[in-house]
C-alpha cells in the first residue's frame, strides 16, 4: 500500500510503501510504522513525516561500503510527487 505523507521538513510530500504486517510504535517525541520489509517511517506528534529508517544488522553486509550501497538504492527509489 502506498500511502502520500508531508515531510516535517519543509511540507515536501512524499509517496511511502508500507507492506503487511504493519506495526505501530508510539513514542513520546516520534511515532514509528514498521513496514513488513523492515522497513521504519518516523512520525511526529503532528503527523508530519519524520523520516525512514532500517535495521541493517541482520542484512548479511560484509562491508561498509554495502551498506552504503542498501541505501543508495532506497534513496533512489524514494517518491516525491508534486502536490495536489
Do not use: C
Amino acid at each position: 500500500m502506498k500511502i502520500r505523507v508531508v515531510s516535517a521538513k519543509g511540507g515536501r510530500h512524499e509517496n511511502i510503501t508500507l507492506s503487511e504486517p504493519l506495526t505501530i510504535s508510539k513514542g513520546d517525541n516520534l511515532n514509528k510504522l514498521i513496514s513488513g520489509d523492515g522497513m521504519e517511517h518516523w512520525f511526529k506528534p503532528d503527523g508530519t513525516y519524520d523520516g525512514w529508517g532500517m535495521d541493517i544488522s541482520s542484512a548479511n553486509l560484509s562491508s561498509v561500503e554495502q551498506a552504503q550501497a542498501l541505501v543508495a538504492a532506497i534513496e533512489k527509489e524514494r517518491e516525491f510527487p508534486e502536490p495536489r
